[in-house]
Structures are given as C-alpha cells and as structure tokens.
C-alpha cells in the first residue's frame, strides 16, 4: 500500500506543481490538453548583433533550426529559448542574442510581446519582464 | 480487509487486465512504427536539441536519427513480443525504460500522451501475467466459444483476479480527467473562444447551426459546450474511480450504473478525434482504455474470443504439433534461437532506415541472450518465445513495407535539409524517399531542384 500511496501522491503533486511555478507555458506533465494557452498564435523573430557591429541583424531561423524547435520557441517554452540564445553564442563572433515573441490569444486579442536576449560575453540574460497569465476571474 | 485494501485487491474480472495489456502493447508496436517512427529524422537536426531534463542533457548523448529510429524500432519489437506471449516483468520494465526515454530525450517530442503512457507502461509492468489459456484453459472450450465441451468435462477458466496495478491505472486515468477538468474551469477557456477555435469541423459545424435555429448564438453555443466538457471530464473522473469496483460480487448493482457511463469517454473521445487535432494515436488508446474498464466483461470476453479465435486456434495447433515432437536437447534449442535471431535481424536491419542495423543487432542479442536462458528452463516458453519474436520481426517489415513511413520519414528529413540550405543531404533524402514514394506522391520535381542547386547532371 506503501507503494501505491506514493505512486498516487506523486500523480497528484506533479501537476500542482504548474499552478505554483511562476512560468504559465510550461504545462509539461499538468494534463493541460487543449488549453487557452497552447492556442496562443505567437510571431517568433530572432536577431543578433555581431562582434564588433551596433546593428542587430534577423536570423533566418528556418535556414538554423528545424521547423519543430521554431514552433517550440513560438510556444515560450523557456528551456529551449535558453538553449537556443546560448547556441548562438558558441557560434564564436556574436555579441547578444534577442528573440521576440509576439502573440495574441484565440480571440485575437494582442498580448504583451515576450523578449528574452543573451549578451554572450558576459552570460546576463533578460527576460520578459512579465509573463503571460491565464486570465483571473474579474 | 480496510476499505482502501478492499478497494486496491478486491476481485477484477481477468479479462479486464489481460485485455488492457494486450491492447495497450499492441497499439504502442503499431503507434511507434507508422506514427512515431517517421518523424525520427528531426532529431539533432542542427546540431541543437534540449532533452525534457537538465540532467537528461548532461548525461545523454545529442540524439540524432539513427539514436531515436533505432531505439523506435526497438520499442516496437519489444511491444508485440510482449503483446503476443506471456509477458516478461522484466521486458516490460525495459520496454517501459525505453520508450519513456524515447520522447524524454528531447523536447521536440511535447506529447502529453505520451508521458501518460510511460505512467501505463509502469503499471501494465506490473500487471498479471495472464495468457489465453488462464482466461480460456479448456482447448474444447475455446473452441465452443467458452460452453461445455463435446465430452461433458467443466472448464475452469480464470474468472476474477485480484489486480491491484489495474485498479491504480484507474486511478492514474481519473487523476488525468481530473487535472484536465481544472484546466478547463478558467475564464480562458469558458469563453468558448479556444473550443471554437479547435471545434472547426463539419460535426460541430452542424451542430453549432442546430442550436443556431434554436435560438442560440455562436458565442452561446461555445460557451455553453466549453462549460460542459469540464462536467464531462469530472464525470469520466468519477467513472474511472468506480469502474475498477464493478465486478464485485457484494455490489452487483455497481455494474449497472457502470455500463452507461461508458457513453462519456467513448463519446468525448470519439468527438475528440472528430477535431483533427495533431494528437498522434491518443484517442485509439483512451477508447481501448475506457472499453475495458467501462464496458461489461462479458461483452469483453465475447470480443476478445471472437476476434482472437483464428490467431489461438493456429497456436494450438502449432503448440500441439511442437509437443508431439521430443523436446529438442539443449544445444538444438540454443541453435535455434541463435538462427531466430540471425533471420530477424536480417529482416529488421534490412528496412533501410537510420537504426535500423543498430535496432536489429539489439534486438538479435536480446532474442539470443532470453533464447539461452530459456533453454535451460522451459522448451515450451523458448518456442514461444521465438515464436513471438520472429512473428514481431515480420510485422515490423510488413508494416513499413504496406504503409508510407518511410516515404514519410526521408521526404520530411529532405524538406528540413532543403530549408536548411543543405542541399548534399538533402538531395539524397529525397532520392530515397522516391524509392518508396507511393504513386503519384513523388517528389522528383524537389530531387531535381537539389541537383541544379547542386549543379549536377
């Protein structure tokens, strides 16, 4: 009995821990299927400045990733944005790194774009400074 | 007994189990090779790839696509061995590893079902290991569908068992409706606006202009049906928690009102898949899965006999042609696992697909190492053993020979190539997927752009 107490416990707390985390898109292992959030329609734009430049130039981001990875970053998921920026910091002469995601909800309302950037040199990483919430009951 | 112990090992009609684990095997063998497999060249394309674990990426190699087809291909093999045999504790604790490794080595794989049927796997591990022959022991009276056989003799076949892993996998689905159900009670969703945005379909189509002449608006309409569905899911929460009781003999009234309630996954589910929502072979699993805890056992019996009558009758036969052979010495026995192995991984490694040698060569050691073991114990489950893994082996072939997975699998590796500028790869992507392109579905036009891009002959 142990053992399924624990199990169960464990089906339990794993999907509670969502609504304590402070990132809403990251609905891995919460049994969020269909929700409002994964229906955002989100724009993703990358850019980087080289060493040695001042003007960001886009990153043709269907020529360096799989067009997968494009619709998970589309989707705020954190980690892979991370990974993402300091991917293109190892590729040795970029200064910082931005990606933008601009969204809107299913009823087409605009929501707070989303920017996260890199500066490849010394690691300091920006993040929106607020995430998108479920809405609240009014 | 304690209410939760009664609750945990009281009785479960055998079929319940044995079906569940059978079905489950049976779809994950097929799910993996026709849905999963083709889209194995995605994998490390790039050179970039973020696992599901922090840890996972420290310690696990960058997959590419041999690493994932392969380690498909096995989950697949091991699968319907599993499924067609008297199951392995241990197989199923590996196939379990595996497959949970499978979608965990890489965020690029975000199915939530897919994690749910790691949760399915660890419990079906556990799971009785039932044959038909626990089920239906009488040949007699497998033949006569389950009555009394020609000479009078009584069958005692397995009725109830005691199956506590079953019942906590109903515990582990009604969590799972339960969790949706909450996300479905926020503003959000109540609006209606997400459900309309999915619900683009014929069937709510009409329906939406059904209610329309009754005097409901669109907004209505969707408000309306997205409350519902959390009162749906809550209600198939509850059914999962009751179902697992139902064949009780102190409560034989439960059985009566757990019939019926099978109406709200089956339908829900049924909708669902009406959707053409991007959601793999989730439904196929969650209809077998309420099929089995929902519906009569009889029924259940029923089926099953019928549908496996013609695969155990052609067993029985095999088994008593086998056992009217002396049993074969231990060198013999060896040698022929030693030559299943070499003939199917001769069929599996000759699939053309990235892993596939590497999924051969596994799966011929796995078949030789459990093949010499064997030997030494038992000369029936050796033979079915074998038996069960060249079967495997076979459909494996047909599989991907009837079907476009590996049309698929290199036309959608040759499309990123292309996007990626990588016109080398790219070019003999598509030539292979024009070997297997079904008629008409071919894409020389894209191979010859590859070879003026390359500016080739």
Same mark, same amino acid.
């Given at each position: ?138 | ?311 155990? =009758? ?120 024009? =070997? ?22």
């Amino acid at each position: 009995m142990t053992f399924i107490a624990v199990f169960l416990l464990l089906q339990l707390l794993i999907p509670i821990s969502y609504y304590l985390r402070d990132d809403p898109y990251d609905e891995r292992f919460a049994w969020r299927m269909f929700s409002p959030i994964r229906q955002h329609s989100c724009r993703t734009i990358a850019r980087e400045i080289l060493q040695g430049e001042t003007h960001a130039r886009e990153i043709q981001l269907g020529r360096e990733l799989h067009v997968a990875w494009i619709s998970v970053l589309s989707r705020n998921r954190r980690p892979v944005i991370h990974a993402f920026l300091h991917h293109r910091c190892e590729a040795g002469n970029v200064s910082q790194v931005e990606l933008l995601n601009v969204c809107s909800e299913t009823t087409g309302e605009a929501l707070e774009p989303q920017r996260y950037a890199l500066r490849c040199g010394t690691l300091e990483l920006q993040e929106p400074e607020e995430f998108i919430r479920p809405r609240e009951e009014p | 007994m304690k209410p939760l112990e009664r609750y945990f090992f009281g009785d479960v009609d055998a079929i319940r189990p044995y079906l569940l684990q059978r079905g489950i095997l049976l779809l994950l063998a097929f799910d993996s090779w026709l849905d999963l497999l083709p889209h194995g060249g995605r994998y490390g394309a790039g050179g970039f790839n973020v696992a599901h674990f922090g840890w996972l990426d420290a310690i696990a190699p960058t997959p590419t696509p041999g690493l994932y087809s392969g380690l498909i291909i096995l989950v697949g093999l091991l699968a319907l061995t599993q499924a067609l045999i008297r199951p392995s504790k241990l197989m199923l604790f590996i196939l379990c590893g595996l497959f949970t490794y499978g979608w965990s080595m890489s965020m690029l794989d975000s199915y939530q079902h897919h994690y749910l049927l790691s949760l399915v796997l660890f419990c079906v591990a556990f799971f009785p290991r039932l044959t038909s022959a626990d089920l239906w022991p009488n040949p007699a009276e497998r033949s006569a569908g389950g009555k009394q056989s020609a000479d009078g003799e009584q069958s005692v076949g397995l009725r109830t068992i005691s199956a506590w892993p079953y019942v906590l996998l109903g515990c582990t689905l009604s969590i799972v409706y339960l969790f949706t159900a909450v996300t479905k009670t926020s503003p959000d969703w109540r609006e209606g606006s997400p459900l309309a945005n999915l619900g683009r379909t014929a069937l709510f189509q009409d329906l939406q202009s059904y209610f329309g002449d009754l005097g409901w608006s669109a907004d209505v309409f969707w408000t309306r049906v997205a409350t519902s569905t959390v009162l749906l899911q809550l209600g198939i929460f509850a059914g999962y928690l009751l179902a697992s009781t139902q064949d009780r003999t102190e409560r034989p009234w439960l059985r009566f009102l757990v019939w019926p309630w099978a109406l709200l996954p089956l339908s829900f589910h049924a909708a669902v898949e009406q959707m053409d929502l991007q959601i793999g072979w989730f439904s196929a699993y969650v209809i077998v899965a309420a099929a089995v805890f929902f519906l009569p056992a009889r029924l259940l019996r029923a089926i099953t006999f019928s549908l496996t009558w013609l695969p155990r =009758r052609s067993l029985d036969a095999l088994s008593r042609w086998l056992e009217n052979d002396e049993p074969e010495s231990q060198s013999v026995s060896i040698g022929l696992a030693l030559a299943v192995a070499l003939v199917t991984a001769l069929i599996v490694g000759a699939t053309d697909l990235p892993g596939s040698v590497g999924a051969s060569l596994v799966f011929a050691i796995l078949i030789a190492a459990h093949g010499v073991r064997l030997a030494q114990r038992s000369t029936e489950r050796l033979r079915a053993w074998l038996v069960g893994c060249a079967l495997a082996g076979g459909c494996f072939w047909l599989a991907l020979s009837q079907s476009e997975a590996r049309f698929d699998y290199y036309r959608w590796m040759a499309g990123d190539l292309r996007r990626r500028q990588d016109y080398a790869g790219a070019l003999e992507a598509y030539e292979k997927a024009n =070997r297997y392109a079904p008629p008409g579905k071919d894409r020389r036009a894209k191979e010859e752009e590859m070879r003026r891009r390359l500016e080739m002959p």
